[in-house]
């Protein structure tokens, strides 16, 4: 049995989620899926130095608008 996008559900639709959100950890498929791009850094201050190539996180649009949202407040 395979997992189903949780907001398609909701939404009246049948759609196989292809990952789950990293958050809140719905299925979800590539429509509702919105990746987040984490910088990395190493070291230890002061001598910090980011890496060129981030980390990606898969989230819902809840998640994500709540992620933003919050750091802006």
């Given at each position: ?20 959100c990293?958050?809140?950890?719905k ?7 919105k ?39």
């Amino acid at each position: 049995m395979m997992m189903k996008c949780y907001d398609c559900m909701e939404n009246g639709k049948d759609s196989n989620a292809v990952c789950i959100c990293v958050t809140c950890g719905k299925g979800l498929c590539l429509d509702h899926t919105k990746e987040l791009e984490l910088p990395v850094t190493v070291g230890k201050p002061p001598e910090l130095k980011r890496l060129p190539n981030s980390l990606p996180r898969l989230v819902c649009n809840y998640c994500i608008n709540q992620i933003i949202e919050d750091g802006f407040d």
